[in-house]
Each structure stands twice: as structure tokens, then as C-alpha cells.
């Protein structure tokens, strides 16, 4: 080969790159392992997915599972009002507090306190065109042993008071950040100097749990939600698909042949792509372009079938973004089960608008659908649709779904929202949870609160410290995807040792 002819095919393969990058194939090229399966550390038999929603801007979560004893003075649920600033009304804007009446009732097994989810929480009919559909909603779930919370959860690198935090005892870096407490949930760790904060925790248990990609190349992490460092680990990048499918690289289909040269343009691409290239970067890239056209055709192929073994049936809402991802992570379930014989999986979805410095109510709306309770009405109605088509696709045992936000909020308003906090509420659901449950410790709601029998702390905001960490939650998920070893635990949750439990027990074994 000339000098002129190499020096045009690495030009081609540079200005290739620059088009995937723009968007073709973007979501192809980081996606597949770089060598070969490495022996996990820690395995089960059977397939088990992970599936994290990502509430984006913190979700107020003392307002989606609060007290509810009775309104008397003194009760939980008043402690609650109280420190909310009052149930909000027309006559009261600044009040942050729901309605007893509004909060649907849940009997917590083991508490001696009943609770209320926020009303958004109820069963629905999910309609999409001419179709629709009745699911349950989270309450339902609750109530059946199918969904559980982990109660005033976060980033901690150890268990902390109130006046060891004022003392200057170690706590994460940069609190009520967005962008560092999302990072902290991410890594599960609230160190990120530590040599492993270079991956996400999901990431760190694929890597035990999955060893590496599947026979054809396809990742053991998937996002539905652009990059994300939760998905990263050694030598494993998340393979990134949109609610709409693979994102195939345009003009480039072999065997097809129109007015824009397809099947040519194909066959010029793949002759670049077996060059043997001498600089070694040059070779690798051309591999994983080479591999990742390969995979997303071959998962295009399969999603879109035409005798439809690669949808799911299940109607979910139209017009809500979190149910669009969530049914392409149902249909990704189906066919990576079927077609590869995948054994874990580990995926990543999101939806935001949860930073509610203002507007978490709307004067004269309802309180299910506007304001805080229209984005809980999103999640409510695509966490019941999605378990509907996992009953559908035979994965409700095999599949955990949860929530992770940047962090709670206050409990006192501003004016119409709440401000940035610490600790929250965060959701856990699948057949495998043990339901109907409340797990950690859910806190007194009060201001400042500083009782250390209690292990109840607060600042002047109602900003409360957690009293569960992200690593024990993300140890406690890790377990059940198999990663059973205490060292192989320990190795990917370097703060877990400060914590009296890795295992918090809301998963089946």
C-alpha cells in the first residue's frame, strides 16, 4: 500500500470518528470491553438486572413517605406539618406540608408508626393512542410486599452526629452540590480520591458479577440517559442506546442499494476498517468501530423484528419521557435473555426537574399532577407500567429496580419550594425486595434536631444528616446480584468497614 493511499485512509478514519462523535454512532464507539472477559470474582446462576432511576435536581422525598398517625398535637404527622411550615392552601402559598386526607394510607410491617405516600402514588390506566392499560401504582406495590424505601439514606464516609460534624469529623466533599452529591451517589463512596473513584458502582459490580461483555460484544452496563460514571467500571464501558432504539450510523446499511450508495459506502468503510494499520491506536479503533457496527445492527435487527419478539405488549403512558426509557430497558431485558443467554446487567435511566426551589405546588392545581406531584405522577406511572411488562416478559423475580437523587431537602420552605439538604427517602422495588417495608431510619422531622440516643440530627433547615449510607444500600444490591464475598464487597466499597451492616436486608437472597 502507498504512502498517499494510507495517509487517505487514516484522514477517512479521523473524520470518521469526528461524525460519530456528532451523533451517529456516538453512542457505539465507547460501549464495548477492550479484552477479553476477565473471570469474575463473585457469580450467581440466572439472570439478575439492576435498574437504577436517577431522580435528577433531588427529589423531596419527606414529601413522597411521611408519617401518618393522626393530626392530634403532638403526633408524628403533626411534628411533620409543623416543620413543613403547615399544609399548603390558597390561604397558606409558603406551607410545604401535604393534607393528611391527601396522603394514601400504608401500614409499614414492623413500624410502630403509620405512613403515607404521596398521592401520586395510585393505581392508573396508562394510555398511549388507541390503546390503554390499568397498572398498579406505587401504593399497590407497597401494599403487595413488591416495593420498599430505604429511609434517610446518602453519601457518608462514616456515621456522623451533628456535633462530631460541627467538630470537623470527616464528611463527603462539597455537600448540597448537585454535581458532587450525584457523583458520590454514582460512585458509592464519599471519597473520590480513592483509585476505584475512577468507576461507578454499578460498574464495580458488573465487573464481578457480569466479567465483561457478551459473546457479541454488547456491555453488561446499558444507558438509556447519555454517559454516566455509575456505569463505568475496569475495563467495561455502558453500551448508550436512546428510548427510541440503537442509533445506527446512517447511509452506511450493506446490501442496500440507493441513491446515497449504501451498500458502497459500507463496503468502503468495512475495507478501511480490516486495514492493518500500524500505529496500535489506529488498530484498536478501527476494531471497536468495527465491533460496535456490528453489535448495534445486530440489536437493531432484533428490537425490530417483525413477528415483535422484541417489543413488549405492556401499554406505557405517552408522553412521559422516564416510561419511553424504561420500556426500551424492558425490551432490551427480553432479547438479551433470549438471543445472548445474558446473566447480569446492570441499566441507567433518568428524568429531572426535581431542583423545586419553587413551584412545588401550584395554586388551584391538584396536588397528584402539578407542581412536585406531577413529576411523582411520571415516576409512579413508569415504575407500574415497566413492573407490568417485566410480569410480561416472566423478570419480575430476576429484576431490581431503585431510586438515587442528588440529595434530600429542607424540611422548612423558602417562599414556594424547598433548598438543598443531605439525607432522603429512596425506593427499591422488584419481586425479590423484601416489601412492604420501611429500612434505615426514618427521622423525627424536626429542625435542628440534635438527639444522639436517637441518633437524630438535624440543622436549622430541617437539612437532616443520613443515618444509611449509599455504600450500604449499594452493598446490599451488590449481594443479590452475587457479589457474595466479603473481600470482593469490601474491594469495591473501600468505606464499607466503617458502617456497622453491609447488608441492610431488603433483598431476598
Known amino acids: 500500500m502507498t504512502h498517499s493511499r494510507q495517509s487517505d485512509r487514516r484522514q477517512f478514519i479521523r473524520q470518521l470518528g469526528g461524525s460519530f462523535a456528532l451523533g451517529s454512532v456516538a453512542s457505539l464507539l465507547p460501549q464495548l470491553m477492550l479484552t477479553p472477559r476477565a473471570a469474575a470474582a463473585s457469580k450467581g446462576t440466572g439472570y439478575r438486572a439492576l435498574v437504577c432511576v436517577y431522580l435528577a435536581g433531588a427529589n423531596d422525598s419527606y414529601n413522597w413517605l411521611v408519617p401518618r398517625d393522626s393530626e392530634s398535637s403532638g403526633s408524628r404527622y403533626d411534628t411533620y406539618r409543623a416543620s413543613r411550615g403547615g399544609v399548603y392552601s390558597s390561604g397558606n402559598t409558603s406551607g410545604l406540608a401535604l393534607a393528611f386526607n391527601d396522603l394514601m394510607p400504608i401500614a409499614p410491617a414492623g ?15 396508562a394510555v398511549n393512542g388507541s390503546n390503554s392499560q390499568p ?30 460534624y460541627e467538630n470537623g469529623a ?13 457523583l458520590q451517589w454514582h460512585l458509592g463512596m464519599a471519597a473520590p480520591n480513592d483509585p476505584m473513584s475512577r468507576f461507578g458502582w454499578g460498574g464495580r459490580v458488573a465487573k464481578l458479577t457480569a466479567g465483561g461483555a457478551l459473546s457479541n460484544g454488547l456491555s453488561p452496563t446499558l444507558s438509556l440517559a447519555g454517559a454516566s460514571r455509575f456505569l463505568i467500571g475496569d475495563q467495561i464501558m455502558p453500551y448508550q442506546l436512546s428510548s427510541g432504539g440503537i442509533n445506527l450510523i446512517d447511509n452506511y446499511t450493506a446490501g442496500v442499494s440507493d441513491s446515497n450508495f449504501s451498500s458502497q459506502r459500507r463496503a468502503l468503510l468495512n475495507d478501511l476498517l480490516d486495514d492493518n494499520y500500524d500505529h496500535p491506536f489506529s488498530r484498536e479503533y478501527a476494531r471497536v468501530v468495527k465491533r460496535s457496527l456490528e453489535v448495534g445492527e445486530s440489536l437493531s435487527g432484533l428490537l425490530e423484528a417483525s413477528d415483535g419478539s422484541g417489543n413488549v405488549s405492556a401499554v406505557f403512558p405517552a ?4 416510561a419511553d426509557q424504561l420500556k426500551m430497558v424492558a425490551r432490551m431485558i427480553k432479547v438479551s435473555r433470549a438471543a445472548f443467554s445474558a446473566q447480569r446487567q446492570v441499566y441507567y435511566v433518568r428524568v429531572g426537574s426535581f431542583d423545586l426551589h419553587s413551584g412545588m405546588f401550584v395554586a388551584g392545581g391538584a396536588v397528584a399532577s402539578t407542581g412536585h406531584g406531577e413529576l411523582l405522577t411520571t415516576v409512579n406511572e413508569a415504575l ?6 417485566l410480569g410480561e416478559i416472566g423478570a419480575q423475580e430476576e429484576v431490581t ?29 422488584g419481586n425479590a425486595v423484601r416489601g412492604g417495608q420501611l429500612y434505615g431510619k426514618y427521622p423525627n422531622l424536626l429542625i435542628n434536631a440534635n438527639d444522639n440516643a436517637g441518633s437524630d440530627w438535624s440543622f436549622s433547615r430541617g437539612q437532616y444528616i443520613p443515618t444509611t449510607s449509599v455504600d450500604q444500600v449499594a452493598a446490599t444490591l451488590a449481594r443479590w446480584m452475587g457479589v457474595t464475598d466479603s473481600a470482593a464487597l469490601g474491594a469495591i466499597f473501600p468505606l464499607l468497614d466503617n458502617f456497622s451492616s453491609s447488608d441492610l ?4 437472597a
Open 111 to 125: 413500624s410502630s408508626t403509620a405512613y403515607g405516600l404521596h398521592p401520586s402514588s395510585t393505581d392508573f390506566t
Open 135 to 164: 397498572h398498579s401504582g406505587l401504593h399497590t406495590l407497597f401494599n403487595q410486599g413488591k416495593a420498599a424505601f430505604v429511609c434517610n439514606c446518602g453519601p457518608l464516609v462514616q456515621p456522623i452526629s451533628k456535633t462530631e
Open 170 to 182: 470527616p464528611r463527603p466533599a462539597q455537600l448540597f452540590s448537585h454535581n458532587d452529591q450525584e
Open 319 to 322: 408522553g412521559n419521557t422516564l
Open 384 to 389: 407500574g407500567a415497566f413492573w407490568t411488562s
Open 401 to 429: 429496580t431503585f431510586t438515587m437523587s442528588d440529595f434530600g431537602r429542607t424540611l422548612s420552605g423558602n417562599g414556594s419550594g424547598s433548598d438543598h439538604a443531605w439525607g432522603g427517602n429512596m425506593l427499591v422495588l
Open 505 to 508: 436486608g431488603f433483598m431476598n
